[in-house]
T-cell receptor
């Protein structure tokens, strides 16, 4: 089955700077890679996703890049704000099976 | 359009009791997934269901855990004879049926505490 690794586990960034979180996956057949944000005690919420037919996707301050050859994908948050503080999870699907395998999460702290 | 609903939000059980967790998918969604999240950890897949069918239960413990998604009503995750190690947040997610992998939307979770 799929295995997803996520780094770093914690990240502190000065407000206004950029944050980058990286994930690798093991199954070259995976074709869907979502990112979820989870605030303390809340549900995971989708912030952006990418399919394997594109290499990059952007939505305002958030972007995701995908390198299928190297089997890794990254989340980029620019101009960080205090409300970006949360735990972020990457995930990859099992091709032909819609279940998601999640990374272990990155706790992002934005320092005012 | 209501989102994914889960109840109860908090559940306290003593060891040996049964826990029943309910999930109502978003309107128009017929795929349901259950995930477990231990404190300070990620989400672990448990089971994937469609109406009246279990599609993938590879993440379910072999004993005490079962899930169903009947033709009418919510999906139910049932844990029999709970133990302290079952204490966790249980999230359900739902998605539509299409040819492509669809976005999974999560419910607010049920936080189970076993005393």
């Amino acid at each position: 089955g799929e295995n997803v690794e996520q780094h770093p586990s914690t990240l502190s960034v000065q407000e206004g700077d950029s944050a980058v979180i990286k994930c690798t996956y093991s199954d070259s057949a995976s074709n869907y890679f979502p990112w979820y944000k989870q605030e303390l005690g809340k549900r995971p919420q989708l912030i952006i996703d990418i399919r394997s037919n594109v290499g990059e996707k952007k939505d305002q301050r958030i972007a995701v890049t995908l390198n299928k050859t190297a089997k890794h994908f990254s989340l980029h948050i620019t101009e960080t704000q205090p409300e970006d503080s949360a735990v972020y999870f990457c995930a990859a699907n099992d091709f032909g099976n819609e279940k998601l395998t999640f990374g272990t999460g990155t706790r992002l702290t934005i320092i005012p | 359009n209501a989102g994914v609903m889960q109840n109860p939000r908090h559940l306290v059980r003593r060891r040996g009791q049964e826990a029943r967790l309910r999930c109502s998918p978003m309107k128009g969604h017929s795929h349901v997934y259950w995930y477990r999240q231990l404190p300070e950890e990620g989400l672990k897949f448990m089971v994937y269901l469609q109406k009246e069918n279990i599609i993938d239960e590879s993440g379910m413990p072999k004993e005490r855990f079962s899930a169903e998604f009947p033709k009418e009503g919510p999906s139910i995750l049932r844990i029999q004879q709970v133990v302290r190690g079952d204490s966790a947040a249980y999230f359900c997610a739902s998605s539509r049926i299409t040819l492509l992998q669809e976005t999974q939307y999560f419910g607010p979770g049920t936080r189970l505490l076993v005393l």
